[in-house]
């Protein structure tokens, strides 16, 4: 979740504009879920040596990005950052699909889009977070429908 947040100021500080919003979007939904779930008494969580891993190397990714003075890797340790952070999230929708949403996912992926759209200055460090934004959203709406598809698919090769 902070990754998108220092993404957010980066990009700004770069001279992006409104494009931003789905990456501010990108760390308040989490920072959302995280609030929502220590309020809740009855929130179930687990935590393994692998998240903590990816936690841990999210953490270094994010102390580089945030001491590199160039902009364009400084953006590019966020998207490590991110990604290490997504990790957990991925495996647990190849796993337990039917724990995640779809619908989440899609609209992170139109609402990138949409920030892409109206980006006037096109530059690495305006658009390389919205564009992996897209990307990981992808992967885990594939991950959550990857059961279906593969019936689907199978289905029609025995027809």
């Given at each position: 979740m902070v990754a998108p947040f220092i993404g957010v100021f980066f990009q700004l500080k770069a001279g992006a504009g409104l494009s931003v919003l789905p990456v501010f979007m990108t760390g308040f939904g989490p920072l959302v879920i995280i609030i929502a779930?220590?309020?809740?008494?009855?929130?179930?969580?687990?935590?393994?040596?692998?998240?903590?891993?990816?936690?841990?190397?999210?953490?270094?990714?994010?102390?580089?990005?945030?001491?590199?003075?160039?902009?364009g890797i400084s953006i590019l340790?966020?998207?490590?950052?991110?990604?290490?952070?997504?990790?957990?999230t991925i495996i647990k929708s190849w796993k337990f699909p039917e724990t995640e949403i779809k619908i989440n996912y899609f609209f992170a992926i139109v609402s990138?889009?949409?920030?892409?759209?109206?980006?006037?200055?096109?530059?690495?460090?305006i658009y390389s977070f919205?564009?992996?934004?897209?990307?990981?959203?992808?992967?885990?709406?594939?991950?959550?429908?990857?059961?279906?598809?593969?019936?689907?698919?199978?289905?029609?090769?025995?027809?």
């Open positions: 779930a220590i309020l809740t008494k009855n929130a179930f969580w687990k935590i393994n040596v692998f998240d903590l891993y990816c936690g841990l190397f999210s953490v270094i990714a994010l102390i580089l990005y945030i001491f590199t003075h160039n902009l340790f966020a998207i490590l950052s991110d990604g290490l952070a997504a990790v957990p990138n889009i949409l920030g892409l759209l109206i980006i006037k200055n096109w530059s690495f460090t919205g564009i992996y934004n897209i990307a990981v959203n992808i992967i885990i709406i594939f991950c959550i429908s990857r059961k279906k598809i593969f019936n689907m698919l199978y289905s029609k090769s025995e027809k």
